[in-house]
């Protein structure tokens, strides 16, 4: 049954800081990983999908990485902005015709000014 | 862009009490899901539809719970017979053809409180 771990679970930072939030998963069978971005009381944003033939994704500040074998994907944002502040999410779609994505828990980040 | 909407964006119910959560998918995208997240908890799937009909369901995804497309734009989820363990957030989503490739984009929930 996957796994899905994100450390740390919360993190305080200042503006400006580069910062990597951590994701592992347990079943390295993925399909595919998504990033996303929930902002408190709405849904979630999609950042950036990486596919399991593919190290990494980018999009403006945000850098996505995938390591299948080790089981791991960070989440690199650079040049942190009190913006920034939102629980980031990872969550997997398992190979094998699974709809299903499974999240872990977040990442709350609060950049200060 | 093209977004997911969900309506009502918090419902109260009596416990017991059947409820109807309503979506509205992004117009060219052929499968739907609907995922909930109890307060404090992780985000959970629940059932995905496709080509009308269930392709996947959890063991959460009981008798309780059904799901419709009752025409070309909504998708609803039904839980008769709510219970108090009901309440949370409920979130909508849905994907393009070739799913598998396509990230799935996320209303912005209903909030269901059960009491």
């Known amino acids: 049954k996957q796994e899905v771990t994100q450390i740390p679970a919360a993190l305080s930072v200042p503006e400006g800081e580069n910062l990597v939030l951590n994701c592992s998963f347990t079943?390295?069978?993925?399909?595919?990983l998504q990033w996303f971005r929930q902002d408190p009381g709405k849904g979630l944003t999609s950042l950036l999908l990486?596919?399991?033939?593919?190290r990494e994704q980018t999009s403006g500040r945000l850098n996505a990485s995938l390591d299948k074998s080790s089981g791991r994907s960070t989440l690199y944002i650079a040049a942190s902005q009190p913006g920034d502040s939102a629980t980031y999410l990872c969550?997997?779609?398992?190979?094998?015709?699974?709809?299903?994505?499974?999240f872990g828990a977040g990442t709350r980040l609060a950049v200060h000014p | 862009e093209p977004e997911v909407t969900q309506t009502p964006s918090h419902q109260v119910t009596q416990m017991g009490q059947e409820v109807i959560l309503r979506c509205v998918p992004i117009?060219?995208?052929?499968?739907f899901y609907w995922y909930r997240q109890i307060l404090g908890q992780k985000v959970e799937f629940l059932v995905s539809?496709?080509?009308?009909?269930?392709?996947?369901k959890s063991e959460i995804f009981d008798d309780q719970f059904s799901v419709e497309r009752p025409d070309g734009s909504n998708f609803t989820l039904k839980i008769r017979s709510t219970k108090l363990e009901d309440s949370a957030m409920y979130f909508c989503?849905?994907?393009?053809?070739?799913?598998?490739?396509?990230?799935?984009?996320f209303g912005d929930g209903t909030r269901l409180s059960i009491l």
């Open positions: 539809f496709y080509n009308n009909e269930i392709s996947e």
């Open positions: 989503a849905s994907s393009d053809l070739g799913q598998e490739l396509q990230p799935q984009h």
């Open positions: 079943d390295s069978a993925i399909y595919n």
């Open positions: 969550a997997s779609k398992l190979s094998g015709g699974y709809n299903k994505l499974i």
């Open positions: 117009s060219n995208h052929l499968y």
């Open positions: 990486i596919q399991s033939s593919q």
